[in-house]
């Protein structure tokens, strides 16, 4: 299993970015995906999370209304549309895929398979 982000960048508050998860090793549509993130000196935080086995999906408070995440299983591909972007936003953002887990209400964040991350930096 690899997974390779991309997308990541420096925007200003307000701004937007659009982060893609390549995914090789399993399929799209059998499993559970989800982001997290993590800022430097603080704990891991769970984002959201997709599933097309059961169409569900999980969306962390903190991003509410501001994030999206959607599934191109065609492409093997998870994105997360980031909108409205904060500085509290600044992390490195990873994706990951809990197998066994098809259902994002049995979806661990961080557990299972991740990728290397990709930098979002929002600057105030």
């Known amino acids: 299993v690899q997974l390779v982000e991309s997308g990541g960048g420096l925007v200003q508050a307000g701004g937007s970015l659009r982060l893609s998860c390549v995914g090789s090793?399993?399929?799209?549509?059998?499993?559970?995906i989800g982001w997290f993130r993590q800022a430097p000196g603080k704990a891991a935080e769970g984002v959201a999370c997709?599933?097309?086995?059961?169409?569900?999906?999980k969306i962390a408070n903190a991003v509410k209304g501001r994030f999206s995440i959607s599934i191109d299983n065609a492409k093997n591909t998870a994105i997360l549309q980031m909108d409205s972007l904060k500085p509290e936003d600044t992390a490195v953002y990873y994706c990951?895929?809990?197998?066994?887990?098809?259902?994002?209400?049995?979806?661990?964040?961080?557990?299972?398979?991740r990728g290397k991350g990709t930098l979002v930096t929002v600057s105030s």
């Open positions: 990951a895929v809990d197998i066994p887990a098809m259902s994002c209400t049995e979806y661990h964040y961080g557990m299972g398979y």
């Open positions: 090793g399993f399929n799209y549509s059998e499993y559970a």
């Open positions: 997709i599933s097309t086995h059961d169409d569900s999906t």
